[in-house]
């Protein structure tokens, strides 16, 4: 009852400190869509070539920290095991075994097994291990092993089924799946006195260390042999998590360490120094709780086969993180650790987080900004005021909005705290209740530094730096804006940094220091040759400070006059630093710096050696290209700069093409180049810590000359050149004889339009002179129409007389004789008048026609009244020769009038004229 009691007592005291586990080391997931493979990775191991590969399912993969490959088998088989020798990659997969060689960029299998005919049609093996042991190879599946000496392979047949084989010093142990574990000396086996307990379990690993030997059962936990030679279960919390949960693989890693994987808790690592641990599983950052296998890499960090997924673990990196998938923190704006655990300071508010909970600390619901530790206190600066934390408890100093940041004076033991309206001073620590406010300077100060008395620099929240001189009681004497002074136009997100007992300022990229003789702001000589680019600086201590450089952080130590560069990898904090509020707290030889989702831990004293080991691997349609190789133009290359180091000491490269003047970032390991001009070019490699860039590789290659611009494509064009001149005088030759006969034809064609011409002359002559005949013919015709109407205009004269004599004389005789008299002397033949109506007609035909055709409504004698009208006669003279009065002419000319619609004014002549 009490060995239950205490079992329990120990599950969970070990859960619960599962959860107060805190600093996790750095994870990268790979899943299957990185990697394009299937599920279960069954083996790890890392090549001489620094890449690493994996068993997995159906294909082998390789990834060398740029690029992912597979392959699969020629008869498509789960690969179940490898082992790496030199440059040979031996894998063990179904009824099959052999190794790998990579050839021009690509991996080849040659096949061991297949030319000894090891297995018949009956057999249904898998090679699930292979491991060297006296010199030979062997390769292990449930029922067999193969052991093969370079020429020849010997089968020994297991008179039960195993799990797996395993070397301890010289021993070779084979454990059954459920008779226990055997020692193998050659094809005897023997069973270990002492290791009756193993029966019925099986064993998946058998690992030493401190010359004691662990064995790692899948459900019992792990057993240690004891100097008895038997075999004793560990005594230690852990071991119930084990049991409970499964264990998959073990194995001990550098720094005294157990690295422990479980069928569904993830994978845990114990530190026999501290006896400490760390479990990362799915509720931190695991992609996936069964670790199927584990392997290291040249700088001993994990990498764990899953059963979906691969994960990196950086369990020797000089940074950890504290990661919150909750969301109950939100973003972290700043962090300090306490004696129980850690103060956070979020959007969300402020935190306690200790044994393993949050808990928000009652009336801090908001925006948290800043904590700063003076002695024993903790100094919060927080959207609705400032608190203090001490031993616990939590009180509020006063309701100041937005404590953004906390500087000690240079010069003695006073703080200034820079807030949304303006700066508070306090100048007892002791007494933070009791503070002052910088009076006519109500601003939103970001940072506030001093060192010289009476006068501070305050950076605005937007833009602009001030230096404001005061009293002793802080009375304002005066305020200047500095920035405008210097006429410095940009100068938003002045940032204030105070580097032993001078205070820099960073305006757009530069750094200045305050000249007290001129008054203005000179630049930093040093500063500016040294931190270039610099976009944000933030203090750790006197020697040591953070910049972040091109999107990049490194850690500076200020060693003397000399700084020396750490490089912390963008892979850490890309994409969760909070801009413009980026937060360090020292702690004993470590720094806290804040993240979106957490915070990282970084030891003081870490120096990234960057390995300058850089390898280039250039691809063109998925083939290797050999150094000067040469590839078609317009061609895409893909460089592949391999450094073979996948943890924290992975360098910073860039790369120059063809020398320039400009230094590219290299993103992932990869560079892609299009569209290169024909010609040699070059692409160097360089390293860079900061300040110096290091050449690493170089690779140079030829583009070829287009398809257009090849040696038979010219040929084609002397060729086509030589055919197109050729047919150009065959071309010029026919057009000059065609243009002979051309003009021959021309000059007979001038001959015939000459004659034409002349033809036509005389045929319009011709025709002028029968106009002009007919013209007197009309001439004629008009005369004798005029001498008829005078003709008439005669009778009308005679028959006026004829009635005046009839008016006049009485005697009939008389009367007779005078009346037949000027009848005689004014008779009219007949036929002349018949005469005169036809050439009348004539004259003005084309006048009728057309005033027929506009008014068809006009009569006859309508249109013969016109035609007088249009002689130009009077109605006198008209009325004789239509045989009416010269009241019947007017009648008749008043009805026409209407007959034409024309009012009084127009007038009908000059109507009739222009018809």
């Not at 000894?116 to 390769?139: P, T």
């Not at 084990?242 to 005294?256: D, E, L, Q």
Request: charged share 25%; glycine share 6%; proline share 2%.
């Amino acid at each position: 009852m009490k060995s239950i009691l205490l079992k329990l007592f120990f599950f969970f005291f070990i859960t619960f400190q599962i959860q107060s586990q805190e600093l996790l080391p750095f994870v990268e997931n790979y899943s299957k869509s990185d990697y394009q493979g299937d599920n279960q990775i069954w083996n790890v191991v890392q090549g001489k070539d620094n890449a690493m590969y994996f068993a997995n399912n159906h294909y082998l993969l390789r990834y060398d920290g740029v690029a992912w490959e597979k392959y699969s088998l020629p008869n498509k088989t789960i690969i179940r095991s490898i082992l790496i020798e030199g440059d040979r990659i031996y894998s063990g997969s179904y009824k099959e075994f052999g190794y790998w060689l990579r050839e021009n960029g690509k991996m080849r299998y040659v096949s061991i097994s297949k030319n000894f005919r090891l297995f018949d049609e009956k057999d249904n093996e898998e090679i699930w291990k292979i491991f060297r042991y006296n010199g030979s190879l062997y390769f292990q599946s449930f029922n067999d092993v193969f052991i093969y000496d370079g020429k020849h392979i010997k089968k020994i047949k297991f008179p039960f089924l195993i799990s797996y084989c395993f070397v301890v010093d010289k021993d070779l142990y084979a454990a059954s799946v459920n008779k226990g574990v055997f020692k193998m000396n050659g094809s005897k086996i023997t069973s270990p006195k002492g290791w009756d307990i193993l029966k019925n379990t099986v064993v998946h690993a058998i690992e030493k260390y401190n010359n004691q030997t662990y064995i790692f059962t899948q459900k019992r936990g792990i057993f240690i042999l004891g100097d008895n030679k038997n075999l004793r279960s560990w005594n230690h919390p852990l071991n119930e998590i084990f049991k409970s949960n499964g264990i998959n693989v073990a194995k001990f890693i550098k720094n005294n360490k157990l690295v422990v994987g479980t069928g569904n808790k993830g994978v845990f690592i114990y530190d026999f120094k501290t006896n400490t641990h760390k479990n990362i599983d799915r509720n931190n950052v695991l992609m996936n709780n069964s670790v199927l296998s584990i392997g290291l890499d040249k700088e001993d960090d994990l990498w764990l086969g899953l059963d979906n997924g691969i994960a990196h673990i950086e369990v020797n990196s000089p940074i950890s993180f504290f990661y919150d998938n909750s969301g109950i923190l939100g973003s972290v704006y700043s962090v300090a650790n306490t004696k129980k655990g850690y103060l956070i300071a979020s959007n969300h508010g402020i935190f306690e987080y200790d044994s393993g909970d949050f808990k928000m600390l009652p009336g801090t619901q908001g925006q948290g900004w800043n904590i700063t530790k003076i002695g024993e206190k903790y100094v919060i600066g927080h959207n609705d005021g400032t608190f203090c934390y001490e031993n616990g408890t939590l009180t509020k100093i006063n309701n100041v909005s937005g404590g953004w940041n906390l500087s000690k004076s240079i010069i003695k033991d006073t703080y200034f705290q820079s807030t949304y309206s303006g700066i508070l001073v306090y100048d007892d620590a002791s007494q933070l209740e009791d503070f002052k406010i910088i009076n006519d300077f109500s601003k939103p100060i970001k940072y506030v530094a001093q060192n010289v008395k009476n006068e501070i620099w305050a950076a605005d929240n937007y833009r602009g730096l001030y230096r404001v001189l005061f009293d002793d009681n802080y009375k304002t004497r005066k305020i200047e804006n500095i920035t405008q002074q210097c006429k410095i136009k940009n100068d938003f997100g002045v940032k204030i940094f105070e580097f032993r007992n001078e205070i820099l300022f960073l305006i757009n990229k530069e750094w200045y220091t305050f000249n007290a003789i001129s008054g203005k702001l000179d630049k930093n000589e040093l500063f500016n040759t040294t931190f270039k680019n610099v976009s944000d600086v933030v203090a750790i201590d006197e020697n040591h400070f953070i910049v972040l450089q091109q999107g990049i952080l490194y850690h500076i130590y200020a060693d003397g006059n000399k700084f020396v560069w750490n490089m912390i990898q963008e892979k850490y904090y890309k994409g969760k630093l909070i801009n413009e509020n980026l937060r360090i707290f020292r702690s004993q030889n470590q720094y806290l710096m804040n993240l979106d989702d957490g915070f990282i831990s970084l030891q003081l004293g870490y120096e990234n050696k960057q390995d300058k080991g850089v390898k280039v691997e250039v691809y063109n349609d998925n083939e290797l290209l050999p150094q000067d190789g040469k590839i078609k133009h317009n061609a895409e290359l893909r460089i592949n700069v391999i450094s073979g180091i996948y943890g924290a000491g992975k360098p910073n490269l860039f790369y120059q093409l063809n020398k320039g003047n400009t230094y590219t970032p290299i993103s992932n390991g990869a560079i892609v180049l299009n569209n290169l001009g024909s010609g040699s070019h070059s692409v160097v490699i360089f390293k860079h810590d900061g300040v110096n860039y290091d050449k690493v590789s170089s690779f140079e290659f030829r583009v070829a000359q287009p398809w257009y611009f090849s040696f038979w494509m010219i040929l084609l064009y002397l060729l086509l050149i030589g055919t197109v001149l050729f047919l150009y005088y065959k071309w010029n030759k026919f057009r000059y004889t065609q243009k002979l006969r051309l003009q021959a034809e021309e000059l007979k064609h001038q001959r015939e339009i000459l004659e034409m011409e002349l033809k036509k002359e005389n045929e319009l002559n011709i025709q002028e002179y029968e106009k002009h005949i007919l013209e007197l013919k009309l001439q004629t015709k008009s005369s004798e129409v005029a001498g008829k109407s005078l003709s008439i205009a005669k009778q009308s004269e005679m028959i006026d007389k004829i009635q005046h004599i009839l008016d006049a004389e009485n005697d009939l005789n008389k009367l007779k004789s005078e009346i037949k008299k000027a009848i005689k002397i004014n008779e009219v033949n007949k036929h002349e008048w018949e005469i005169f109506e036809t050439n009348l007609n004539q004259i003005h035909n084309e006048f009728i026609i057309s005033l027929s055709k506009k008014y068809p409504n006009l009569t006859p004698k309508d249109i013969k009244l016109c035609v007088y009208l249009k002689m130009n006669l009077s109605s006198k003279e008209i009325a004789p020769l239509m045989n009416i009065s010269f009241r019947g002419v007017e009648l008749h000319r008043y009805r026409l009038r209407k007959k034409l619609g024309l009012n009084q004014e127009e007038n009908l002549s000059k109507f009739l004229l222009n018809i």
